[in-house]
């Protein structure tokens, strides 16, 4: 079993706590469109996750990027986007009695950042072999 390296936590800390950040404002300035802006700031990060661990993994041997993929894919990125953000639209229209809706927005999501992560491997593979 692996030892606790506390540099690392430190860094996806960090990571998270900008993302995390990021994604409040984006989400807060939405106004009454938070829903719609939740919905992009997943598919962005879903994007931009493919991205960097195409390029990181196109770079050789791990060791000299992995703060870089703790920084920016663990922490940044996985702050940045939110399943419970998608938790929380899903019930908001599970309440308001639109199954449909809930079912849609909350498949919706999840195949769009499918997609996006997708796209962004294809694009870091696209870069790289320039």
Same mark, same amino acid.
């Given at each position: 079993?692996?030892?606790?390296?506390?540099?690392?936590?430190?860094?996806?800390?960090?990571?998270?706590?900008?993302?995390?950040?990021?994604?409040?404002?984006?989400?807060?300035?939405?106004?009454?469109?938070?829903?719609?802006?939740?919905?992009?700031?997943?598919?962005? #990060?879903?994007? =931009?996750?493919?991205?960097?661990?195409?390029?990181?993994?196109?770079?050789?041997?791990?060791?000299?990027?992995?703060? =870089?993929?703790?920084?920016?894919?663990?922490?940044? =990125? #996985?702050?940045?986007?939110?399943?419970?953000?998608?938790?929380?639209?899903?019930?908001?229209?599970?309440?308001?009695?639109?199954?449909?809706?809930?079912?849609?927005? #909350?498949?919706?999501?999840?195949?769009?950042?499918?997609?996006?992560? #997708?796209?962004?491997?294809?694009?870091?593979?696209?870069?790289?072999?320039?």
């Amino acid at each position: 079993m692996r030892q606790l390296d506390v540099r690392s936590v430190g860094t996806v800390a960090a990571g998270g706590a900008a993302g995390a950040v990021a994604r409040h404002l984006l989400v807060g300035a939405g106004g009454s469109s938070g829903w719609a802006v939740t919905l992009a700031v997943n598919v962005a #990060g879903a994007f =931009l996750l493919g991205l960097l661990l195409e390029r990181l993994a196109r770079g050789g041997p791990d060791t000299g990027r992995r703060r =870089l993929r703790l920084l920016l894919g663990t922490g940044a =990125l #996985g702050g940045f986007t939110t399943y419970s953000g998608i938790a929380v639209e899903v019930l908001a229209r599970l309440d308001a009695g639109s199954w449909a809706g809930a079912a849609g927005y #909350g498949l919706g999501t999840v195949l769009a950042g499918l997609a996006a992560c #997708g796209a962004g491997v294809v694009v870091g593979a696209r870069r790289a072999a320039r």
